[in-house]
């Protein structure tokens, strides 16, 4: 099994940034495909980033391009999400995410993710 924990949520103003990290237990995840997702209140959960399992490939959804960049550090078992210039917009919950694929299933709307944490507020303020 493997263990996802979210961190680094938080209050932040519009045009601010963030940087959140996700650690991953149990299983190594060095050759899984990881990504993330947000839901926002009231909304779906839906795709935010994916990268593959060697960093190589990343996907992104058209809402967030040139303003967040997923990356992960194999030999800490970690991914991250790099939000810049965030939006009001970009206000909810955001969960890491892991596939057992090692490349990108580009099929939404989980991509082909297996095991979920539990999830980081992000809150941005106008």
């Known amino acids: 099994q493997v263990q996802l924990v979210e961190s680094g949520g938080g209050l932040v103003q519009a045009g601010g940034s963030l940087r959140l990290s996700c650690a991953a237990s149990g299983r190594t995840v060095s050759n899984y495909a990881m990504g993330w997702f947000r839901q926002a209140p009231g909304k779906e959960r839906e795709f935010v980033a994916a990268?593959?399992?060697?960093?190589?490939?990343?996907i992104y959804a058209d809402s967030v391009k040139g303003r967040l960049t997923i990356s992960r550090d194999n030999a800490k078992e970690m991914l991250y999400l790099q939000m810049n210039s965030l939006k009001p917009e970009d206000t909810a919950v955001y969960y890491c995410?892991?596939?057992?694929?090692?490349?990108?299933?580009?099929?939404?709307?989980?991509?082909?993710?297996?095991?979920w944490g539990k999830g980081t507020l992000v809150t941005v303020s106008s």
């Open positions: 995410a892991a596939s057992h694929f090692g490349t990108i299933v580009a099929r939404p709307p989980y991509y082909g993710m297996d095991y």
């Open positions: 990268i593959s399992w060697s960093g190589g490939n990343t």
